[in-house]
């Protein structure tokens, strides 16, 4: 039987008629533990010589059937579920590095993630150095003896910078480093940096794997072998578990994963042209516009261009504020890939923790707006910011 497509995985990848009683919706195991049948069993799970359950930090029901669906959408062998993606992104970095270990990072990052790398990290003996991962010299240059990870989010948070992941992957293979990719703003259905050659996935799962704002987990996906030294290391002994109820729910959005991705991407098409065509917005940040600097390795590399965007308008910081405090339909809240549109200002937000050099190295300048387009009706949203930006 041929590869059933994406919609098809969304469906099924994961899910099996629980043996029990035929529920077809995977059932939550709301369970902290496990029984095991006598002591011998109980001892060979936990030296890994027995496959089962133990005990619900290290893995459970729910959550397996989500790791299986994560890991068939982005083509890899096996998934990490955890209650977050900074839980993800800390776990699988924590594994990979240790003391005296230098990281390479993309210029970009999301704020805690930036925050990880440089304020937690330093004080456990990690350097983490961002680069400009389109120059393959700067790369070559920056790479040293003891890089253990080449770590990239495309597109970067909120800036939408896009990073050539084929060039990136094929530098990291011929120094042997692995490449972490944060997926989060494309989501496997435009993006699969496996495919590619890249060695680990990231996820907030909160994002557009959840897509109904109502749910916190974060993901990881590479090889099993990986995978289980992660799941028996820094997810058991640091614990950022998912619980099982928030496994099902993003079981369920991602069940709907391609159609919603598929609608955000055309909506945030529609506001993105809107904006551009506004005398009051100086640019609009998408990689779908046909003049995005790196328009063309978009439609490379990705399936689609997603459902975020950022602008800046004519006025500054000033002007940006008042934009955001005039919008009735959008919300103004962090978080993003949700069906309601969200609107925030990442200088004094998500990325206001960021010196303020590093920020605007970054180019997150103060007067930048991020805009995460929802499943409203495109003329509504439209509509909302028009008489936004009339209020300037
Ligand atoms: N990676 C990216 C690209 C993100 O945007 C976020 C959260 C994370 C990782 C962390 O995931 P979390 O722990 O929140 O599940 N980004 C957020 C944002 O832009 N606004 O609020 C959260």
Request: hydrophobic share 40%.
């Amino acid at each position: 039987m041929k590869k059933p497509g994406f919609h098809t995985l969304a469906v099924h990848a994961g899910q099996h008629p629980d043996p029990l009683t035929g529920s077809l919706a995977t059932p939550i195991y709301q369970t902290s533990t496990f029984v095991f049948k006598n002591a011998e069993q109980g001892a060979a799970r936990f030296a890994g010589e027995e496959e089962g359950y133990i005990y619900s930090r290290i893995g459970n029901p729910t959550v397996t059937a989500l790791e299986e669906k994560i890991a068939a959408l982005e083509g890899g062998e096996a998934g990490l579920a955890f209650g977050s993606g900074m839980a993800a992104i800390s776990a699988l970095l924590f594994y990979l590095a240790q003391s005296g270990d230098h990281i390479v990072t993309s210029p970009v990052l999301y704020g805690s993630t930036h925050g990880l790398l440089h304020d937690v990290f330093p004080r456990y003996g990690v350097k983490a150095e961002p680069v400009d991962l389109n120059d393959e010299q700067a790369l070559r240059n920056v790479i040293k003896e003891n890089t253990k990870v080449i770590y990239v989010e495309t597109p970067a948070n909120p800036t939408m910078d896009l990073v050539d992941l084929a060039k990136v992957i094929k530098v990291a293979k011929e120094h042997n480093i692995p490449v972490v990719v944060d997926n989060t703003f494309m989501s496997p259905y435009l993006q699969r940096p496996l495919e590619l050659g890249a060695d680990f996935i990231i996820h907030s799962a909160t994002k557009y794997i959840s897509g109904h704002g109502d749910v916190l987990g974060g993901l990881i996906v590479g090889s099993k072998e990986h995978i289980t030294g992660v799941r028996r290391t820094t997810l058991k002994d640091i614990g950022g578990n998912i619980d099982p109820f928030a496994a099902w729910l993003l079981l369920r959005g991602l069940k709907t994963l391609p159609v919603r991705v598929q609608r955000h991407s055309e909506n945030a098409m529609e506001v993105a042209r809107f904006l551009k065509s506004h005398p009051a917005v100086l640019e609009v940040y998408y990689p779908g516009l046909p003049d995005f600097p790196q328009y063309d390795l978009a439609k490379e590399q990705m399936d689609g261009f997603g459902g975020v965007l950022a602008f800046e308008v004519k006025g500054g910081v000033d002007a940006g504020r008042k934009v955001i405090n005039s919008v009735k339909l959008c919300h103004v809240a962090v978080s993003l890939g949700d069906v309601d549109s969200l609107i925030e200002h990442p200088a004094s937000m998500t990325h206001a923790g960021i010196p303020l050099e590093d920020r605007l190295s970054m180019n997150i300048t103060d007067g930048l707006i991020r805009l995460s387009v929802g499943l409203e009706d495109p003329e509504d949203i439209i509509d909302d910011l028009k008489q936004a930006l009339e209020q300037i």
